[in-house]
């Protein structure tokens, strides 16, 4: 067989060789993959990196309302409010601060609003052991009951801290207590964890069903 022949051959049969690969392809002889199902979109809620509340100190520096704060707007000065009691020494709340809902500590322990409003001036907080202080600086106010909790958030151990590790480069930046917690009901309401990663390829069906039990 002389060279020449010997291409043509090769190359015929490589002819025949796509044409039958097209057909199959065409004709579908191997099945396609299944698609891929959709990933669902992660909700939003779980990437916000706001805080839960937005502070005093917040809403002074976005030059918001803040007209809840402004207690002589209703109160008399020098006449500090009095508390009232229901029979079973449950403080009642008045209509006008129907939107404080006071729940700090296990059996209302600390829900005397002055534990830490200043009676005879309503405008500042007063810590546990005198300190009057703004409310701009509330977080001093917590720390003056929960000593340890606060020498966490001072260290950065407690409460998101988020800035620079090298404080020679820039600044960090702390939250405050009432960032978080809410100052009149503290405790977090329970919540759902976030999902977790997913896995960008299809899983088999058994491990996909395992995925799904609870
Ligand atoms: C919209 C009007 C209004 C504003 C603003 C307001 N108060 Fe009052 N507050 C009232 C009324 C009305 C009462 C019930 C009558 C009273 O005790 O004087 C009351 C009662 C209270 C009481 C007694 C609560 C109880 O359970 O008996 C406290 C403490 C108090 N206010 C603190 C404050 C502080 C601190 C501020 C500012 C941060 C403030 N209030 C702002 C209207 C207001
Ligand atoms: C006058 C003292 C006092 C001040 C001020 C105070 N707390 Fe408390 N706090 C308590 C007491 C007492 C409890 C109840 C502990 C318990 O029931 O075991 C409590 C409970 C809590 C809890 C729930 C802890 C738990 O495990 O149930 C949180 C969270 C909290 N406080 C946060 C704060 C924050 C934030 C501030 C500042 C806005 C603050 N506290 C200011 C006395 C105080
Ligand atoms: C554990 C401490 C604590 C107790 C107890 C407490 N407060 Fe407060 N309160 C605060 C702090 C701190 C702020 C400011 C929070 C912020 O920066 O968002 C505040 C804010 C307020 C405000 C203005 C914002 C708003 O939520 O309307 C009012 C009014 C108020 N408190 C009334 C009361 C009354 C009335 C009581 C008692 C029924 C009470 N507080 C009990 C710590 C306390
Ligand atoms: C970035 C948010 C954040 C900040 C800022 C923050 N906390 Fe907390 N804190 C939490 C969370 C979340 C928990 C766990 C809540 C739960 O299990 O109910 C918690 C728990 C607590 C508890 C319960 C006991 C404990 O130590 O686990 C106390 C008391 C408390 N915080 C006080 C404070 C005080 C005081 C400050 C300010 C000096 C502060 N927190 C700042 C988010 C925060």
Redesign the pocket.
């Known amino acids: 067989m002389n060279g020449r022949l010997k291409a043509t051959l090769v190359l015929r049969g490589l002819i025949v060789l796509f044409v039958g690969l097209a057909a199959v392809f065409l004709l579908d002889l191997w099945g396609r993959p299944a698609p891929l199902r959709l990933i669902p979109l992660v909700d939003p809620a779980f990437l916000d990196t706001a805080?839960?509340r937005r502070s005093y100190a917040d809403l002074v520096r976005a030059k918001e309302d803040l007209s809840d704060f402004d207690c002589y707007a209703c109160h008399e000065k020098n006449k500090p409010p009095v508390l009232r009691y229901d029979e079973h020494q449950n403080l009642l709340i008045p209509r006008e601060h129907s939107d404080i809902v006071m729940g700090h500590g296990q059996h209302g322990r600390n829900n005397n609003c002055f534990n830490c409003h200043n009676e005879t001036n309503l405008e500042l907080l007063q810590t546990r052991d005198g300190r009057q202080v703004k409310f701009a600086d509330s977080?001093q106010l917590?720390?003056s009951c929960?000593g340890p909790?606060?020498e966490d958030?001072e260290v950065g151990a407690?409460?998101?801290i988020s800035g620079y590790w090298n404080r020679s480069r820039g600044p960090i930046k702390r939250?405050?207590?009432v960032?978080?917690?809410n100052p009149h009901a503290?405790?977090?309401p329970s919540r759902h964890p976030a999902p977790g990663p997913h896995l960008l390829h299809e899983l088999a069906e058994s491990s996909a069903r395992a995925e799904t039990v609870p």
Request: net charge neutral; proline share 10%.
């Open positions: 805080t839960a977080s917590c720390g929960h909790t606060f958030w407690h409460g998101r939250q405050d207590c960032n978080c917690h503290p405790p977090f």
